[in-house]
């Protein structure tokens, strides 16, 4: 049961446009979303986040957009660089500490 | 601060063979989590600690598997008997309270299992 999904495994994007990476969640219960970041050999790292009563929370160049109803987060990223090429993890919470994640998105951003 | 300290890095096993991974978490934070990253299913909660006690260990796939905190800066996740289906990344992180919504959990560089 994949409570939080991301349905693309990869995404090439070219230098400089917009990368947007998707999540999807079926637990209405969910009250805080988070998106992770991780490079190969190392552990994912914290990217930014947003508050159930928020829906767009923005920093630097990474945008979280939140859509209630339709259980829909998004992460924008712009203009994207080649640093920016990772596996972007989505996740969600409700109350107590315990995050589910998704399966990931692999960003490969081209020159 | 050195981070989520995990080891081995890298572990190659036999089949059968006990595997004992290990964490020690920042300084100060207390909770602890451990997470398993598959290619099928991604990363999985498998347990975590408050305070050095489990609180949901709901993610443990079966007995074969157990976690101990004996103390707040240390950890250990045991695998007895391992078996190649257990082949995985393992991660720990860790985290404190900092306020509602602001919870961020710190991820150590994982330990990289492999049972032939």
């Known amino acids: 049961d994949q409570q939080v999904k991301q349905n693309s495994p990869s995404l090439s994007v070219q230098e400089g446009r917009i990368s947007i990476l998707n999540c999807d969640y079926t637990n209405s219960m969910f009250d805080y979303f988070l998106w992770y970041k991780k490079y190969p050999a190392e552990g994912p790292t914290f990217l930014i986040s947003?508050?159930?009563?928020?829906d767009k929370n923005e920093d630097g160049r990474f945008t979280v957009f939140l859509n209630k109803s339709a259980k829909h987060l998004s992460l924008h990223i712009v203009p994207s660089q080649p640093g920016d090429s990772a596996v972007y993890f989505c996740?969600?919470?409700?109350?107590?500490?315990?995050?589910?994640f998704g399966q990931g998105t692999r960003l490969t951003i081209n020159p | 601060d050195a981070g989520v300290i995990q080891s081995p890095r890298h572990e190659v096993t036999e089949m059968g063979q006990e595997v004992t991974l290990r964490c020690k978490p920042i300084s100060g934070h207390d909770y602890l989590f451990w997470y398993r990253q598959t290619m099928m299913r991604g990363l999985e909660l498998l347990i975590y600690?408050?305070?050095?006690?489990?609180?949901?260990d709901s993610g443990m796939p079966e007995d074969r598997f157990s976690a101990k905190m004996p103390n707040a800066s240390f950890s250990t996740l045991k695998i007895q008997p391992s078996e190649p289906r257990d082949s995985a990344v393992y991660f720990c992180a860790s985290s404190f309270l900092a306020g509602v919504g602001r919870e961020t959990q710190y991820f150590g560089p994982g330990t990289r299992l492999l049972v032939l």
């Open positions: 947003i508050s159930s009563i928020k």
């Open positions: 996740a969600a919470k409700w109350g107590a500490q315990k995050l589910v």
């Open positions: 600690f408050n305070n050095n006690v489990p609180i949901d």
